[in-house]
């Protein structure tokens, strides 16, 4: 039996908190060399998800490297903005969450901690997450096998016991590897259908 359903939140719930559309986005408003801009993301951003440094040392490096026509916290804004809600997604689950209380929902995801807490409070996702294991919390990034050790410690729960859903291949795969049951998340419907066999106990591989 399903006890508890990790989910990651970037391209499942939200958009992509800081993906390379959004880079791009950021370069072309903002009059930045893209490819610079990316060289150092790259260089910088791992240690950024983990919590090891702020945002403000992320765009230190990334950004505010020479002199800009534009603030700090403009670019900032611009950042949160970037984060929406995918349609329908959260109404969704939230549902399927009130007619299956005795699920336990948790959400495993890559982000850092100044972008994690902003998209936490703005789309109130405590209403649908009873825990957030977070790399910025955690110290590690998926597809680190830790990370899903401790997912699997927080929520007391054996490997078989969980589903975890993510638009990634290859971080549903490193979740496999754990043993827990992971699925691809290519669109709602498909999602939601899994969800609904999870609740009435009928799902099978």
């Avoid at 902003?118 to 789309?123: E, M, S």
Wanted: aromatic share 14%; net charge negative; with cysteine.
């Amino acid at each position: 039996m399903i006890k508890t359903v990790f989910f990651d939140i970037g391209g499942v719930m939200l958009t992509n908190g800081w993906g390379h559309v959004s880079r791009e986005n950021a370069a072309k408003k903002f009059g930045i060399d893209y490819a610079e801009m990316d060289y150092q993301h790259d260089f910088i951003f791992n240690i950024y998800e983990i919590g090891a440094i702020t945002l403000d040392e992320y765009l230190d490096t990334v950004v505010f490297n020479q002199s800009r026509n534009f603030s700090r916290e403009e670019f900032k804004a611009f950042m949160f903005q970037q984060s929406q809600e995918l349609p329908q997604m959260l109404s969704l689950f939230k549902k399927w969450k009130q007619e299956n209380p005795g699920i336990q929902i948790i959400s495993l995801n890559n982000e850092g901690r100044e972008l994690n807490q902003y998209r936490i409070i703005t789309f109130k996702l405590h209403e649908l997450f009873d825990a957030f294991v977070s790399s910025c919390e955690v110290g590690m990034r998926k597809p680190d096998p830790g990370i899903y050790s401790i997912a699997l410690g927080i929520a007391q729960r054996e490997p078989e016991e969980c589903y975890y859903f993510d638009d990634r291949p290859a971080l549903v795969l490193a979740a496999r590897k754990q043993g827990i049951q992971g699925y691809l998340h290519e669109k709602p419907e498909t999602t939601l259908d899994i969800l609904r066999k999870i609740g009435k106990n009928e799902f099978k591989e």
